[in-house]
């Protein structure tokens, strides 16, 4: 196996193009950090790894946008070891590694690292099948505006709290969001009391993969079908664009399973979100 770190996000899509054609499902959390930095966001440290067997084919991914964790794409175990030997060299702090549980596995072989890795979630990987919207839920949608900043800001950090996810740099994240119009919120009598948004659209031969986060209702106003009443919208705003919707749910949380499964989102893996231990 050879690893080799490409030099910028645009030649990381390029080089992965044929890998994440054949799986647009594993691959499009990768491909959306990288097509989000080629619209203009940075990172502290990116490292934009590829794998590729001995005849040259690539057979892995692999992003790492400090301070987020690795991000790795399936790839064979040998592969993953390889991967993390070269991450051990050149980003021995790396403070985890999210994805498919063996090659996460297999990642932290190669790495040798002495710090204890922990799964922090289970995330049900869900792609959307038969559409069934929700009816029936009081209020509109509407998409949120730059004038929404604060709110949205907001409601992502309590997202992230409540999932138990790291938080760096909301504020970041959320202006270039609102100005791409990815964020929609449903309102009753004028009040927002729900949230919902989309990862920018990753190509595949086969057309557009939309994935849709964070969903969000206060915990107050839970049990209304506000949650899935904004999901809907975002997904009527995707289909016309796409071929695919997909979404991460956490899968110790019952209630949002539900709701996805209710909509017309089938199950089809499971990927980990892990941690080392700091020294």
């Known amino acids: 196996m050879r690893v080799h770190r490409e030099p910028d996000a645009a030649t990381f899509l390029a080089a992965t193009w044929e890998l994440r054609a054949a799986d647009p499902i594993l691959t499009n959390l990768p491909a959306s950090i990288a097509l989000g930095v080629v619209g203009g966001r940075s990172y502290e440290v990116e490292h934009w790894w590829v794998v590729r067997d001995d005849e040259g084919t690539v057979v892995g991914c692999s992003v790492r ?72 839920v009081a209020g509109s949608a509407r998409p949120a505006v730059p004038d929404d900043f604060r709110l949205v800001a907001d409601w992502t950090r309590q997202f992230h709290i409540d999932a138990g996810l790291p938080i760096f740099d909301v504020e970041a994240s959320v202006a270039p969001r609102l100005a791409a119009g990815t964020v929609w919120l449903w309102e009753v009598d004028g009040s927002p009391v729900a949230m919902a948004g989309h990862a920018d659209l990753v190509e595949s031969p086969a057309g557009h993969v939309g994935r849709i986060g964070p969903v969000y209702t206060p915990e107050l106003l839970r049990g209304n079908g506000f ?20 979404l991460f749910a956490d899968a110790a949380n019952p209630a949002s ?14 990927v980990v979100e892990t941690a080392l231990a700091s020294d």
Do not use: H, K, W
Request: net charge neutral; aromatic share 6%; glycine share 8%.
């Open 227 to 246: 949650g899935s009443a904004v999901t809907c919208a975002v997904i009527d705003e995707l289909q016309p664009r796409t071929s695919r919707i997909m």
């Open 65 to 136: 946008t400090a301070p987020y964790r690795q991000v790795v794409s399936p790839m064979p175990a040998a592969a993953a070891v390889a991967l993390g030997q070269a991450v051990a060299v050149a980003d021995p702090d790396v403070p985890g590694a999210n994805g498919p549980a063996a090659v996460v596995d297999a990642f932290y072989t190669g790495l040798a690292s002495a710090r204890q890795p922990t799964v922090t979630m289970r995330d049900v990987v869900y792609v959307l099948e038969t559409y069934a919207p929700a009816r029936g």
């Open 257 to 270: 399973n539900g709701v996805y499964v209710r909509l017309g989102f089938r199950a089809v893996t499971e």
